[in-house]
């Protein structure tokens, strides 16, 4: 059974920075695509950036260039650096595994197989 747990987050001020992190196990990174999305109180999960099997990123248009998507093939473990964080950024975030092998990732949730439990994050002055 997949499993996906994510950690990082937690409160930061506007224009402070966190590194979210998803630790995989019975999943082997390089098989298949990794998606990060969250979701703010009374608004619906949205994605937010996507890592495909062989590395090819994507990101919402809010973040592109404030966050960047990362994956440590020895640790099994996909990271997501959020930089020059917005309160519109808080949420819970969580990590998906579509274990289908994709050349392109999807920020929509639906081949996403498996999803961790998610980690909040607030920013906040």
């Known amino acids: 059974q997949v499993q996906l747990v994510e950690s990082g987050g937690g409160l930061v001020r506007p224009g402070g920075s966190l590194r979210l992190s998803c630790a995989a196990s019975e999943f082997t990174l390089h098989t298949g695509g990794i998606g990060w999305f969250r979701q703010a109180p009374g608004k619906e999960r949205e994605g937010v950036s996507c890592?495909?099997?062989?590395?090819?990123?994507g990101y919402l248009d809010s973040v592109e260039g404030r966050f960047t998507i990362s994956r440590d093939y020895a640790k099994n473990t996909v990271y997501l650096e959020m930089n020059s964080l917005k309160p519109e950024d808080t949420g819970v975030y969580y990590c998906?595994?579509?274990?289908?092998?994709?050349?392109?990732?999807?920020?929509?949730?639906?081949?996403?197989?498996?999803w961790g439990q998610g980690t909040q994050v607030t920013v906040s002055s």
């Open positions: 890592i495909s099997s062989v590395d090819k990123t």
């Open positions: 998906a595994a579509d274990t289908t092998f994709t050349q392109y990732c999807t920020l929509v949730p639906e081949p996403y197989d498996y």
